[in-house]
């Protein structure tokens, strides 16, 4: 069994920044891409920013050069750093990680979500 624990959400004031954190346990073999995801109230979930184990990384636009994603690989963890935040970023941020059990086993993996909220 896997799980995903997201923390680091808040409350912050538009211009702050906040750092997310997404840990992975339980039996895991390989980990390839990790992802944020983002989901406003009445709007559909969204990507907001990806990256491979090598260090590749995705973003959308409406976050690029404000957002940053990374990972260590070795503690199974990716971070979002969230910087110049608008009230329109506010939501529920979740990870999702593929992952890799077992040589032949895929299980996808969702954290629990974290509520970041951009308001003064």
């Known amino acids: 069994q896997v799980q995903l624990v997201e923390s680091g959400g808040g409350l912050v004031q538009p211009g702050g920044s906040l750092r997310l954190s997404c840990a992975a346990s339980?039996?895991?073999?390989?980990?390839?891409?990790m992802s944020w995801y983002r989901q406003a109230p009445g709007k559909q979930r969204e990507l907001v920013a990806a990256?491979?184990?090598?260090?590749?990384?995705n973003y959308a636009d409406s976050v690029k050069g404000r957002f940053t994603i990374s990972r260590d690989n070795v503690k199974n963890t990716v971070y979002l750093q969230m910087n110049s935040l608008k009230p329109e970023d506010t939501g529920v941020y979740y990870c999702?990680?593929?992952?890799?059990?077992?040589?032949?086993?895929?299980?996808?993996?969702w954290g629990q979500g974290t509520q970041v909220t951009v308001s003064s």
């Open positions: 999702n990680a593929p992952i890799q059990t077992m040589p032949q086993t895929v299980v996808d993996s």
């Open positions: 339980g039996r895991i073999f390989n980990i390839n891409v």
């Open positions: 990256i491979t184990s090598g260090g590749s990384t």
